[in-house]
């Protein structure tokens, strides 16, 4: 008597659902599309610890695999490997989404699922991305869902993604305006103590201040340097001026705090736009791709002198 078999294939996928839905917290919210799967398999609605849902969506593209083939990379201290033969057609409608996409491959002989930031790495080889038929996307042993250290680094990649268009227009705003950010900050050093900031000034101070700030945010660079609230009330609490918010002495100790983090976010810009993404770069934002090009971290005083 014959019966229905059930595929490999269909096993390979159930698999895979279950190691996704034991690699995500609990609370996370997992959506299966019952629509016809044209590259999406399902979307993920993080939730705060707290239980707080505040619309942190992404996408997924699952694929199972019995095992991976591993290979060590010296230079970056890891196993990593390449899973290939995505079609550029499917990769097309992901840069098309709305919402940051990954492509999460389960190794069912481990049970464990490792994830690749889409829109981020077709950035990184984005040549190969417009002249071949298919692309391969990397994988990292670090970058395992299931694992504390690993759901952080997917949690950054998804932050990162969906703040890519702020990162691109705050790029802009402070490679066009450096001269006048680094100038402001070298000139406002070692002044008279005693004396108020002026308003144009603070407003500028304010400026910089939350560009650099957003800037360290998007690019995962610590923020080490006090919040602007406390600034202000530190500065109150010793002046007790009822004209002036803030005075010079504040400006003396904050101003090199500014400066070495101009220089961090410049260095991670400019190795972003010139390195790891340069094509990308050149191709859609060629006149900052041109400012980072220009840029010398090392010599921003030839930028006002």
């Known amino acids: 008597m014959k019966y229905p078999k059930r595929p490999p294939t269909h096993i390979k996928e159930t698999e895979s659902w279950k190691i996704l839905q034991h690699s995500v917290p609990s609370e996370w919210m997992v959506r299966g599309v019952s629509e016809r799967d044209y590259g999406i398999d399902c979307y993920i609605e993080m939730v705060g610890r707290d239980g707080s849902v505040r619309g942190d969506l992404l996408s997924i593209q699952l694929k199972g695999t019995e095992s991976l083939n591993w290979v060590h990379n010296e230079k970056q201290k890891r196993q990593e490997t390449k899973f290939s033969g995505i079609k550029i057609e499917t990769i097309n409608y992901w840069m098309n989404l709305a919402v940051p996409v990954f492509l999460c491959i ?22 190969k991305y417009k002249n071949q038929q298919s692309l391969s996307f990397l994988l990292r042993t670090d970058h395992r869902l299931d694992d504390e250290n690993g759901l952080l680094k997917f949690i950054i ?16 705003l402070l490679l066009i305006h450096l001269p006048q950010y680094y100038g402001f900050i070298i000139e406002n050093q070692e002044l008279d103590p005693f004396l108020g900031v002026e308003p144009d000034d603070e407003l500028m101070f304010v400026h910089i201040y939350l560009t650099l700030h957003n800037l360290c945010n998007l690019l995962a660079i610590d923020w080490d340097i006090k919040w602007l609230s406390d ?4 500065d109150k609490e010793t002046w007790k001026d009822s004209y002036y918010n803030l005075h010079n002495l504040t400006f003396t100790k904050l101003m090199p705090q500014l400066n070495n983090k101009l220089v961090e976010v410049l260095t991670s810009i400019k190795k972003i736009m010139t390195e790891y993404q340069s094509d ?10 041109q400012k980072a090009i220009e840029l010398d971290v090392s010599n921003l005083d030839s930028l006002i002198f």
């Open 106 to 127: 389960a190794e069912t002989s481990t049970k464990r699922l490792y994830f690749a930031p889409v829109k981020q790495q077709v950035r990184n080889q984005y040549k």
């Open 157 to 172: 990649c998804y932050i990162q993604e969906k703040n890519f268009k702020e990162l691109t227009e705050l790029s802009r």
């Open 231 to 234: 600034i202000f009330h530190e």
């Open 280 to 289: 990308f770069w050149e191709t859609k934002q060629y006149i900052i791709y």
